[in-house]
Every structure is written in C-alpha cells, then in structure tokens.
C-alpha cells in the first residue's frame, strides 16, 4: 500500500472518529440503540463519498472503461440515499421523535434500494464490458488481414522485378481495407481466415514470380473475391 493510500485510510478513520464523538457527545436525549443506529448510517454515508479516495472507482488500466458508463448512476444511488437517509434520521429524531423499531425498518429499507442500485451498477458495467469485448473480438480479425497485407507488402519492397499489373492490384486491395468494418456475421470469420491464408501463400509464391504465376493469378483473384464479399459484411 502506498503513502497516498494510508494517507487517505488515515483521514477515513479520523472522519469516523470524529463522527462517532460528534454523535456521543451531543446525543442528548437519544437512546443507545438509536444512537448507534444513527452513527452507522453517518458512517456509511461518509463512507460511501470516502471510499472513492482509497478504491478509486474509474480503472483507467481498463481499456473497456467499463465502469464509466455506470458511473451516473453509481452516483445517483449514493447522493440519494445520503439525503434520504440524513432526512430521516433528521425527521424521526427532531420532528416526529419515533421509535427505534420504526427507525430501523425505514433505514432497512434505504439501505435495500441503495442496494438495488448498486446490484444494477454492477450490471450495467458488466453489460459495457461484454459490448467492448465483443467490439474487440469482431475488430481482431480485420486488425489480422490488414497485418498479413503489410506484411506481403513489405515482402513486395524487397523484390524489384514484380509486374506493375499485380502490384497495382495489391495496393488496391490494400487500400480497400479502409473500408472493411468489423462485423459479427458468423460466416465473417471464415472469410476472414481464408483471407489471411490467401494472403500467407501470395506471399510464399511472390519469391519465384514466374515459376509461381498461375498460381499467384488465381489466388489473386481469389483474394479480390473474398475482399469485396467481406466489404460488403456489416454486423446484425
């Protein structure tokens, strides 16, 4: 653990000392059972704006940023409960002087909504997640294709007697991966595969041009083929 961290776990603890001698030393009237009921729910609310501090909420290492898109109402949750919860202990100990059993049930029942709301916090992080993860697992295989293309372009520097008809065509099909988006069709992925391959062999072939050109035109075409069906493959 860090300086900043104790640091930060110091001040929690000095806060909460400090709640809890506020609360004993102007209890007044207060029972001790309600005493305490009040000085926990103090402690929690306190807590609930602290713990940002000390558990930072936001994971910037997450590249999903998952717990960003439920931020809002991670918030909502917490300053709704702080208000309705300081109301009451305000209104059942000033105003209408209630009974601790009532006290506590109404607590109870704060305490059940701010649990719902951050049961559906986790929910909708996790809903952020599964949608980067799959954004990221449709995005890979383009990432792949476009890899295989540099690299046939890279062996293409390298030789210096290639025709100008196949590389003209190599760097159409080089551009037209501008225009390719991911896509979570399921037939995609084999077209993606048999891309790559395709790819891997014209490569392969492009070290012996002449005694590989058949073989090179008719994975050439093959490759024109599939690039322009996958040009045309969007996600449902």
Not at 108 to 119: P, Q, R
Not at 155 to 162: H, V
């Given at each position: 653990?860090?300086?900043?961290?104790?640091?930060?776990?110091?001040?929690?603890?000095?806060?909460?000392a400090?709640?809890?001698?506020?609360?004993?030393l102007?209890?007044?009237?207060?029972?001790?059972?309600?005493?305490?009921?009040?000085?926990?729910?103090?402690?929690?609310?306190?807590?609930?704006?602290?713990?940002?501090?000390?558990?930072?909420?936001?994971?910037?290492?997450?590249?999903?940023?998952?717990?960003?898109?439920?931020?809002?109402?991670?918030?909502?949750?917490?300053?709704?409960?702080?208000?309705?919860?300081?109301?009451?202990?305000?209104?059942?100990?000033?105003?209408?002087?209630?009974?601790?059993?009532?006290?506590?049930?109404?607590?109870?029942?704060?305490?059940?909504?701010?649990?719902?709301?951050?049961?559906?916090?986790?929910?909708?992080?996790?809903?952020?997640?599964?949608?980067?993860?799959?954004?990221?697992?449709?995005?890979?295989?383009?990432?792949?294709m476009?890899?295989?293309?540099?690299?046939?372009?890279d062996?293409?520097n390298?030789?210096?007697?290639?025709?100008?008809?196949?590389?003209?065509?190599?760097?159409?099909?080089?551009?037209?991966?501008?225009?390719?988006?991911?896509?979570?069709?399921?037939?995609?992925?084999?077209?993606?595969?048999?891309?790559?391959?395709?790819?891997?062999?014209?490569?392969?072939?492009?070290?012996?041009?002449?005694?590989n050109?058949?073989?090179?035109?008719?994975?050439?075409?093959?490759?024109?083929?599939?690039?322009?069906?996958?040009?045309?493959?969007?996600?449902?």
């Amino acid at each position: 653990m860090d300086i900043k961290k104790i640091l930060s776990l110091l001040s929690l603890l000095f806060g909460i000392a400090i709640i809890i001698t506020a609360f004993i030393l102007f209890r007044g009237a207060l029972s001790d059972n309600i005493l305490i009921l009040n000085m926990v729910v103090s402690v929690i609310v306190f807590g609930l704006f602290f713990i940002d501090i000390i558990v930072p909420w936001v994971d910037f290492n997450d590249k999903s940023h998952s717990k960003v898109g439920s931020l809002g109402l991670r918030w909502f949750m917490t300053w709704f409960y702080a208000i309705a919860a300081i109301v009451a202990m305000i209104s059942a100990n000033v105003v209408y002087d209630l009974s601790f059993s009532t006290q506590l049930i109404v607590h109870l029942i704060l305490f059940f909504f701010l649990s719902l709301g951050m049961i559906g916090v986790l929910y909708s992080s996790s809903g952020v997640k599964q949608v980067f993860e799959q954004e990221t697992k449709n995005r890979s295989g383009v990432d792949e294709m476009k890899n295989a293309m540099h690299k046939l372009k890279d062996a293409m520097n390298e030789l210096s007697n290639l025709p100008v008809g196949f590389i003209k065509r190599i760097n159409r099909l080089d551009e037209n991966m501008r225009f390719i988006s991911p896509s979570n069709n399921k037939g995609v992925i084999e077209s993606e595969r048999l891309f790559i391959k395709t790819v891997g062999e014209i490569t392969f072939a492009i070290m012996d041009f002449s005694s590989n050109k058949e073989r090179i035109e008719s994975n050439l075409k093959k490759l024109e083929s599939i690039s322009q069906t996958r040009k045309n493959s969007y996600s449902n």
